[in-house]
C-alpha cells in the first residue's frame, strides 16, 4: 500500500474550516484537547491489556511527551497508549461522529452574527481538529497496539487527508503540528516556547493522572553513540494525582472544572461540583458535576449517560449506566470504588448489590445537593431546573424512593407569577380557605393553557393553577397523586364544583347554588338530546361551573386518559382504546342560551343537530385540538356565519 488520499466527510471540512479561520479567541485550548485525547489512549490500553494479558504491548511506562522543535516550528504530542489501526484512523479522524458537534455545526451555520456565534462556538469541544487552530499542517503517526504495522496520516486541512502505513511506528500515537507563525496580538501565542507549554498544561491539564513529560529541546535528537553530552532528563509538567484522590482544601475550582470539561465533553464550567467519600465495607470516592446546559440528546434514546468506573484509581469504563438512575443521566464524574474486580462488567455492575447501594447514595447526595443550592442560590437552581426539571420530573414516575425529595426540589410554572415557577411548599401556602386540591393543567404552551376554557372560573376565583407544559407531566402528576395530603387535581378533569367547600351561609353563595340547580332541571331536555347527537365522541353533555366566558369546553372523566396521554402510549406502541370524553356547556353564554330556546321552540330539531356539532368542535378547537372532521366543521361554520350577514 503507497500514499492514498482521500476526502473528508462534509461536516468535518466545515469544522476544520472554522478552524483554520481560528473562531475561537483562546487558542492555548488545542494542546488541552491533545493531552485529552492521549490520556484516554492510555486508559484504553491499561485496560485492554489487563483483560487480555497475552496483547503484545508494553505498559510499563505508560505517558504523554510534548517535544518543539524551534528551529522547525513543530510541537509533538506522543503518547504510547492503544493507538488507531489504518481503518481506524480514516473513521475517527475523517469522520464526525459526535451528534453534538453536528448539531453545533447547524447552529453556527444558523447564527446571524458574528456575536451569536461566537457565543455557540464556546460550548463545543473540537477535539483533534483544533489543532488547526494553530498548525497549517498536522501529521499524526499511529500503530495501534498489538499490530506490527503503524500509519501515518497528514493533513493541511484543506478538503482532504492522506494515510500511508509506515513500518516502523513506536506503540501510540503521535500528533505534530506544524505551527504557524506566532501572532500574539491575535492570541497565537508561540507554542515552541518550554514556558508557554508549561503554564498551558498545568492550567488545563493538571489533573491528567498520567505523566505529562516534556523532552528538553535537543534532548530527542540524540543519536545515542555517546558523544554528545548527556541530554538534560525530561520535565513532568503535571502533578499526575488523581483529583477525587487529593485532600478536599488543597484542589482548586478551576481543577475541578478542568476535569469536568475531559471527561463531559464540555467547554463550558460545571453549575456544579459534588464530592463524596464512603468508608467501611465498600470504600469508593465520587466526584460528580451537574452541568450548566442540558445537552442536545437528552432526550433521544441513544444518549450516553452514566459516569466514569474506576478501581483503584484504574479507569474501568466511560458511561457507566449502573451507578446513577435514567432520570439523572445528565451528571457527568467518575466513581473510583476499591473493591470491584478490574474485569467487571456492565452486566454484572447491573446486578451488583454494592453497586446498587451506591446508586441509591449517589442518587440522594444529588438530589440533596440540589436542595442545597434551592436554599442559597436560587439563580443557581433556576437555571438548574430550566435545563433538567423535565428530566428529574421522570423520577417522579419510576423513583418512588425519592419522589418526596423529587417534589421537594420540583418547581412548576404558575398563575401565580408570569415568569417566576412556584414550588409546590409555596403552592399550598397560597391556598384559599375551603381550597382542598391542588390545580394544574397540562398542555402545548404556557400561552395556551392560560387561554383554555377550562381556566375561567380559577382566574375569576383567584384560584392558583400551576400550568405543566413538559411532556412527561401528565405521567407524573398520575403516578403521585397527592403532595402532602393535597390532591393533585387537573382543572380539565372530572366534575369541578369551586363551591362545594362553602357552607353555603353566604347569601350571594346560596343564591349561585339555587340557581344551577334550577338550570340544571331546565336544561335537562337539551343535555339529554345533545348527548344522543355527540354520542359517538362524548359520553356526556353537561353543564359547566368551570366557565365564565367560553360556551363550551371538553373536559376528561377523572379517571380516563386524557388525549395527549392516549397519543403517547400510541407512540410507544401500545393499543389503549379512545376514551370518549364530557363536553360542559355554559348556561349563562348567549350561544348556549340561544340553543335551549331554540330546542323548546322548535319541534325539528334536525337544523339543530348542526348546532351542536358546531358547539363540540369549538370545544375542541379551545383546547387545541382539531375538529374530527375540519372541513365539515368549516361548512357548518360557513353556512351559519352566512346566515347571520
Ligand atoms: N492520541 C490518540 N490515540 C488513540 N486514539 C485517538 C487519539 N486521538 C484521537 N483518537 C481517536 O479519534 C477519535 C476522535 O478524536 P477527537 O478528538 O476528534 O474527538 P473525541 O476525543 O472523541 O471528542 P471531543 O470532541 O470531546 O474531543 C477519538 O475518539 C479517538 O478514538
Known amino acids: 500500500m503507497s500514499t492514498a488520499t482521500f476526502e473528508f466527510q462534509v461536516e468535518a471540512r466545515q469544522l476544520l474550516q472554522l478552524m483554520i479561520h481560528s473562531v475561537y479567541s483562546n487558542k492555548d485550548v488545542f494542546l488541552r484537547e491533545l493531552v485529552s485525547n492521549a490520556s484516554d489512549a492510555l486508559d484504553k490500553l491499561r485496560l485492554e491489556k489487563l483483560r487480555d494479558d497475552a496483547l503484545d504491548a508494553d505498559v510499563s511506562d505508560l505517558h504523554i511527551e510534548i517535544d518543539v522543535d524551534k528551529d522547525a516550528r513543530t510541537l509533538t504530542v506522543r503518547d504510547n497508549g492503544i493507538g488507531m489501526s489504518y481503518d481506524e484512523v480514516g473513521q475517527l479522524i475523517g469522520t464526525i461522529a459526535n451528534s453534538g458537534t453536528a448539531t453545533f455545526l ?344 392560560e387561554n383554555s376554557p377550562h381556566m375561567e372560573a380559577f382566574r375569576d376565583r383567584g384560584i392558583e393553577v400551576l400550568l405543566l407544559t413538559d411532556a412527561v407531566d401528565e405521567v407524573w402528576v398520575d403516578a403521585v397523586g397527592e403532595y402532602e395530603g393535597k390532591k393533585l387535581r387537573s382543572v380539565a378533569k372530572g366534575r369541578i364544583d369551586l363551591d362545594a367547600g362553602d357552607d353555603g351561609t353566604d347569601d350571594a353563595e346560596k343564591e349561585k347554588k339555587e340557581k344551577r340547580e334550577k338550570q340544571t332541571e331546565e336544561f335537562a331536555g337539551l343535555l339529554g338530546w345533545m348527548t344522543e347527537q355527540l354520542d359517538e365522541d362524548i359520553k356526556e353533555v353537561r353543564l359547566s361551573s368551570r366557565l365564565t366566558a367560553s360556551p363550551a369546553c371538553i373536559v376528561s372523566d377523572a379517571n380516563d386518559l386524557t388525549p395527549a396521554l392516549e397519543n403517547m402510549y400510541r407512540a410507544m406502541g401500545q393499543e389503549v382504546p379512545r376514551a370518549k370524553r364530557i363536553l360542559e356547556l355554559n348556561p349563562d353564554h348567549q350561544l348556549v342560551k340561544g340553543l335551549h330556546q331554540a330546542y323548546r321552540e322548535r319541534e325539528d330539531h334536525t337544523e339543530l343537530a348542526g348546532t351542536a356539532e358546531l358547539l363540540h368542535g369549538l370545544a375542541v378547537l379551545a383546547e387545541g385540538g382539531r375538529p374530527k372532521d375540519p372541513a365539515r366543521f368549516v361548512k357548518l361554520m360557513a353556512d351559519r356565519l352566512e346566515r347571520a350577514l
Not at 451555520?109 to 483533534?128: P, R
Not at 469536568?260 to 459534588?274: M, N
Not at 466526584?287 to 479507569?315: E, M, N, S
Not at 391556598?431 to 398542555?443: A, C, N, P, R
Open 106 to 449: 447547524k447552529e453556527l451555520q444558523e447564527a446571524k452574527d458574528a456575536a451569536g456565534a461566537e457565543g455557540l462556538i464556546g460550548q463545543f469541544g473540537v477535539g483533534f481538529y483544533a489543532g488547526f487552530m494553530v498548525a497549517d499542517e498536522v501529521t499524526l503517526v499511529t500503530r495501534r497496539a498489538g499490530e506490527s504495522r503503524g500509519t501515518r496520516w497528514t493533513s493541511r486541512g484543506e478538503g482532504t487527508y492522506t494515510l500511508e502505513p509506515v513500518d516502523d511506528a513506536p506503540q501510540g500515537t503521535s500528533v505534530t503540528l506544524h505551527l504557524k507563525p506566532a501572532d500574539p496580538a491575535n492570541q497565537l501565542h508561540d507554542y515552541t516556547s518550554p514556558w508557554k507549554i508549561r503554564e498551558i498544561i498545568k492550567r488545563y491539564s493538571d489533573f491528567i493522572t498520567w505523566p505529562i513529560r516534556m523532552v528538553p529541546e535537543g534532548a530527542a535528537a540524540a543519536d545515542g553513540t555517546g558523544d554528545e553530552e548527556v541530554p538534560p532528563a525530561p520535565e513532568t509538567l503535571n502533578s499526575t494525582k488523581a483529583l477525587w484522590a487529593r485532600p478536599r482544601d488543597e484542589v482548586s475550582e478551576d481543577e475541578y472544572h478542568e476535569l469536568y470539561k475531559h471527561i463531559g465533553h464540555d467547554w463550558r464550567d460545571p453549575l456544579e461540583t459534588i464530592r463524596l467519600q464512603a468508608e467501611g465495607t465498600f470504600e469508593y470516592q465520587a466526584l460528580l458535576f451537574l452541568p450548566a446546559h442540558a445537552p442536545h440528546d437528552l432526550f433521544t434514546r441513544d444518549v450516553k449517560r452514566g459516569v466514569q468506573l474506576y478501581v483503584k484509581r484504574v479507569f474501568i469504563m466511560d458511561d457507566c449506566e449502573a451507578l446513577l438512575p435514567p432520570y439523572l443521566r445528565f451528571v457527568k464524574g467518575v466513581v473510583d470504588a476499591a473493591d470491584l474486580s478490574l474485569n467487571v462488567s456492565r452486566e454484572i455492575l447491573q446486578q451488583d448489590r454494592h453497586i446498587e447501594m451506591m446508586r441509591r447514595r449517589l442518587t440522594k447526595k444529588v438530589l440533596s445537593t440540589v436542595k442545597d443550592m434551592m436554599a442559597k442560590d436560587q439563580d443557581r437552581y433556576a437555571t438548574f431546573w430550566r435545563e433538567f426539571g423535565a428530566v428529574l420530573k421522570e423520577g417522579l414516575v419510576t423513583d418512588t424512593e425519592n419522589s418526596d425529595a423529587l417534589l421537594a426540589i420540583a418547581s412548576f410554572a404558575s398563575t401565580h407569577h408570569d415568569t417566576e415557577p412556584t414550588t409546590l411548599k409555596q403552592y399550598v401556602e397560597r391556598m384559599k380557605d375551603g381550597q382542598e386540591d391542588i390545580y394544574y393543567l397540562t398542555g402545548e404552551s404556557r400561552q395556551s393553557i
